[in-house]
């Protein structure tokens, strides 16, 4: 575990990385080069079905100072200039979307032994102010994540989260979209030699009284190879299997099956991701 309580986004993440990352149904394909001066260019396409996405992110950095230029297939290019610990513990991101004029935005993340802070705001005429704090420490922790837009002068986003972490388990808990809906989150690490872990995700909606439920698995195989499944109370299981076959590049499979309708054809998915 590291020092800190870390920002809110990280209340939670093992159990949803564990539960949902690296699962699709499309095809995807990821490269990416490296110049001798550290220019690093990657490029990605997803096939959904009959669309064909694509987009090329170039990266450059300068000491603390790193710049992403991105352009995808619909013409919109995103410009995230990050300047890493200016001060100790404090990070500023500044991004904006040519040709939304309205997408300019400047966050500042702070990071303390026992506390960690994340504020943005836009930079409009009545932009939306985003904060989120963390209190405590590695173990327990209590943050809040709030969102007002100055221009309507309401809160947009209002969320809650307390997190506990020990050696092998992570728990969690958070009260999302203004109060209506709740959830909870397990991670727990069983053979930490074989990366073996299970998780486990409850979410409750108050509105409409509907209950969701996800419960999951991983396990690596070997030092490069990892499988992982998950099934949901709605009767959805997925699982793949991911393969490192050369240092950082992945070849992944994933496929989803409904068990309440098994006449419909199974959801496949590919991944294949290269980096020299």
Same mark, same amino acid.
């Given at each position: ?130 904060? #989120? ?38 728990? #969690? ?28 995700? /409850? ?6 009284? /509907?209950?969701?439920?996800? /419960? ?61």
């Amino acid at each position: 575990m590291g020092k800190g309580p870390g920002l809110y986004t990280e209340i939670g993440k093992k159990a949803r990385d564990l539960l949902y990352k690296d699962y699709q149904t499309d095809q995807k394909f990821t490269l990416t080069t490296t110049s001798p001066t550290g220019v690093a260019i990657t490029s990605a396409g997803t096939k959904k079905g009959e669309l064909f996405l694509a987009d090329v992110n170039t990266q450059l950095k300068n000491r603390n100072v790193t710049t992403d230029i991105k352009v995808d297939t619909n013409s919109n290019l995103l410009t995230t200039i990050t300047v890493d610990e200016p001060a100790p513990g404090l990070k500023t991101i500044f991004s904006f979307r040519v040709p939304d004029q309205r997408s300019g935005k400047i966050e500042v993340q702070y990071l303390h032994e026992y506390a960690g802070i994340s504020s943005s705001i836009g930079l409009t005429a009545n932009p939306i102010v985003n904060f #989120s704090g963390v209190l405590g420490t590695n173990v327990l922790a209590l943050g809040t994540d709030i969102s007002f837009d100055t221009k309507t002068g309401n809160f947009t986003k209002c969320n809650a989260g307390l997190s506990f972490s020990n050696v092998d388990l992570i728990a #969690s808990l958070a009260l999302n979209e203004k109060g209506d809906s709740v959830n909870a989150s397990y991670y727990h690490i069983v053979n930490p030699l074989t990366n073996t872990a299970v998780g486990a995700e /409850v979410t409750h909606s108050f509105s409409t009284n /509907v209950n969701t439920i996800t /419960v999951g698995t991983q396990h690596a195989l070997d030092p490069l190879t990892t499988v992982k499944a998950r099934v949901n109370n709605v009767g959805k299981a997925s699982a793949l299997i991911q393969h490192e076959w050369r240092p950082k590049s992945l070849f992944t499979i994933s496929g989803e099956v409904d068990t309440k309708s098994i006449d419909k054809s199974p959801k496949v998915g590919l991944a294949l991701a290269l980096k020299p």
